[in-house]
């Protein structure tokens, strides 16, 4: 990862939803992405040149044109079509973003487009977040890292944030993955956590 | 046999996929793949098949089959007659919005030109405070209250279009709360598939989400109504069977959404046993 000071950074063609640029490079704001926000408050995951992703909840493309600058090839799935037409424009100018018009929750849509992948990062807004992580860990790699982000809040705003992440985690261990990294995303986004799972090799 | 987006792939041989785009769309909506037997695909396969040269174009086909599936899905969803009146109604509520709070800006402007003037003891309407106020003000002042009056014009015309709209998208809840409230009983949903699939319960207190959230969170009491309080039969009714008659109102609205979104025609055996069955909750009154 391309860090200058405390700032990070992505290299790419810049401009996308006028992002500041810093020495060439494109700045990526924890405050609107929450993987930047996972790099800053934890330690993530090393995106790599090689790496192909598959990203569940795509929404506008900004996180993903940010993903795309590091890896191989990143799948964009998202279903809505608001946010589906900027994911167009980010994919029509981006050789590497694949976008896939389809529901996380059903995997097998999109089976016929997508490879298997080093890491499978989740950002939905649903309340059986868990349960789609696991349908789609199909399409990881064993070995492969799965980065859940939890957005508490849509599994059920009546519980406590805390007790909807104990709950996903036993889901998640209980379905054999290896939990490599927990943090809360706290202060750049309140009632969301971050997971970090590896598939383990079988 | 494994289908993928560049062909078929059994037993090590695969027979590439040829045909206009469209049809590679409609195919593509067709593969149906389990996900018990699945297998990744590689993309190798469209290597060794024929169907690209290398990795670059092998992404560069891809990319543009899913770019133009998304493009055809979109143009699908926005093509829904109920997708162009979510945005209307939405704007009229927001022009609403943006007409009182410039009356009651310019407003204060001018009781500072007019230091005698008040708006106590008088019955004055709001659009024809406006009115005065741009007759009355030079310079800006004027321009702003003629620039609201404007934007008055506007919204009436959008409201009748909205109720048109309403009526031909949603002909059943239309007929029984009329063409506005069903708009926005609409917008709220987020479609008439959303609403159509919201239980009665959540219907009756669509709009009310502060109300709602209150309750569920602490002893607060439970909202009776949402956006259906602006139907004349639940603002009409008194106070103590209010709860009754919206809860009916909403039942009654809730098959009404149904029946728009499946059939899309007026219903109207239903509709008579509706209004009676709505008229006779507001007419019992508890002793």
């Not at chain 2, 389990?34 to 891809?62: H, I, K, N, Q, T």
């Not at chain 2, 959404?257 to 219903?267: E, S």
Request: aromatic fraction near 6%; charged fraction near 25%.
């Amino acid at each position: 990862m391309i860090w200058i000071g405390d700032v990070l950074l992505s290299q790419g063609e810049g401009g996308v939803y006028n992002e500041r640029i810093l020495g060439g490079a494109r700045v990526w704001d924890p405050h609107r992405s929450k993987l930047s926000a996972l790099y800053h408050v934890g330690n993530g995951v090393e995106l790599t040149a090689g790496m192909r992703v598959l990203y569940l909840g795509a929404a506008n493309g900004t996180t993903v044109s940010h993903v795309a600058d590091y890896v191989d090839v990143v799948y964009a799935v998202e279903f809505a079509p608001r946010p589906m037409q900027d994911l167009l424009e980010v994919s029509r100018r981006r050789r590497n973003v694949i976008p896939i018009m389809a529901d996380a929750s059903r995997p097998e849509q999109y089976a016929p487009l997508v490879e298997a992948v080093d890491l499978l990062y989740q950002d939905v807004a649903q309340p059986e977040q868990a349960g789609i992580a696991l349908r789609n860990c199909s399409y990881l790699k064993n070995g492969g890292i799965l980065i859940l982000m939890l957005k508490t809040r849509s599994v059920d705003v009546r519980k406590e944030p805390a007790e909807v992440f104990q709950d996903t985690l036993d889901v998640l261990i209980a379905a054999g993955l290896v939990v490599q990294e927990c943090v809360w995303l706290a202060p750049y986004h309140h009632d969301h956590a971050a997971i970090v799972c590896i598939k383990p090799v079988v | 046999m494994q289908s993928y987006w560049f062909g078929d792939v059994k037993d090590g041989r695969c027979k590439v996929f040829i045909g206009d785009p469209d049809a590679q769309i409609n195919r593509l909506r067709a593969i149906s793949t389990s996900m018990e037997s699945f297998v990744p695909l590689e993309w190798e396969e469209a290597v060794l098949c024929g169907a690209c040269s290398d990795r670059v174009d092998y992404l560069a086909r891809l990319q543009a089959v899913c770019i133009a599936a998304a493009e055809r899905s979109i143009r699908e969803q926005y093509s829904r007659k109920d997708a162009e009146l979510l945005q209307m109604v939405r704007t009229l509520d927001e022009i609403d919005t943006v007409i009182n709070l410039l009356s009651e800006r310019a407003a204060e402007w001018y009781l500072v030109r007019h230091p005698a003037f008040s708006r106590k003891y008088r019955r004055t309407p709001a659009h024809l405070l406006v009115k005065t106020m741009r007759e009355k003000s030079k310079g800006a002042l004027g321009n702003v209250a003629g620039g609201i009056e404007h934007l008055a014009e506007t919204r009436t015309f959008l409201a009748k279009e909205v109720s048109a709209r309403a009526n031909d998208v949603m002909p059943n809840t239309s007929a029984l709360i009329g063409g506005l409230v069903a708009a926005r009983l609409l917008s709220h949903a987020g479609g008439l598939l959303l609403l159509s699939r919201l239980p009665a319960s959540a219907i009756q207190v669509l709009g009310a989400r502060t109300a709602l959230f209150a309750h569920l969170k602490t002893q607060s009491p439970c909202p009776k109504h949402g956006i259906i309080f602006q139907h004349r039969r639940i603002h009409n009714a008194p106070r103590n069977i209010r709860g009754k008659v919206a809860r009916v109102l909403a039942g009654k609205i809730a098959i009404a959404a149904r029946l728009d979104y499946f059939r899309g025609v007026t219903a109207p055996d239903f509709l008579e046993e509706a209004q009676e069955r709505i008229d006779a909750a507001g007419k019992r009154i508890k002793p």
